[in-house]
């Protein structure tokens, strides 16, 4: 696809790269001072959060292992449906890991909400989210998100990770999606 017609079909851009970068810098700071004596591993989940764990992971100042989980309960739609699948599982066993799950985006919340159970049942230490972005008018379950980059509106957003039907995944602000490429 052209440059020029990914532009069409964004509506307007929500928060850019440069604020998304300032935002995860102050995040790493507080994970640094929470986990400073802690194991900590980080998971994130495949494949919206490939961005921001790539730049996250790099304004710590600590050591961070990572691990990479991939659940599907989108597919092509634009809702999520809670009906949670596990495409790929952890390489590494969570007892005794102070986890934080890294994600790009908490939107109904289901997806999330049915991996923090699983992963209670796994043995971690402790268990917090960090996750980019956060529509909270669109929850239906209540997430104690403890990181938090930008709460957004209920839109469809696309970008630093997020996509539609796979695409537009690499632009580099989040921006919502105009609604004729879906209607
Ligand atoms: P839920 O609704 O369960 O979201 O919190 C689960 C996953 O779906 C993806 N998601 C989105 N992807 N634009 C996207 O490109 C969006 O607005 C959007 N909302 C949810 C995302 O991977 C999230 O983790
Ligand atoms: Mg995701």
């Keep these: 696809m052209r440059a020029a017609d990914i532009e ?19 995040l790493a ?12 591993l980080l998971v994130g989940v495949l494949k919206g959060a490939v961005m ?6 790099r304004h710590l100042q600590i ?8 659940v599907s309960s989108y597919g092509a739609s634009t809702k999520s449906s ?11 066993p969570l ?24 992963f209670e049942t796994r043995g971690a230490a402790s268990i ?3 996750a980019a972005l956060r529509k909270p008018d669109a929850m239906k379950v209540e997430i104690d998100a403890k ?22 995944r690499g632009l580099r602000d989040v921006a919502v999606l105009a609604p004729h490429v879906y209607s």
């Design 95 to 118: 007892e005794g890991k102070h986890v934080l799950v890294v994600e790009d985006i908490i939107d109904s919340g289901l997806t999330l909400n049915w991996l923090l159970e699983h």
């Design 63 to 70: 050591d961070a292992p990572m691990d990479w989980m991939a």
């Design 29 to 40: 700071k507080q994970v640094d001072a929470d986990y400073a004596d802690k194991d900590i």
């Design 147 to 168: 990181y938090i980059g930008f709460d957004i509106p209920s839109d469809f957003v696309i970008g630093y990770g997020l996509d539609y039907a796979e695409r537009y």
């Design 128 to 130: 917090e989210v960090l």
């Design 8 to 26: 069409k079909d964004l509506d307007r851009v929500l928060v850019t790269e440069e604020q998304m970068q300032a935002r995860l810098a102050e």
């Design 52 to 57: 921001v764990m790539a730049d996250f992971v």
């Design 82 to 92: 809670g009906v949670v699948q596990i495409r790929k599982d952890l390489d590494t």
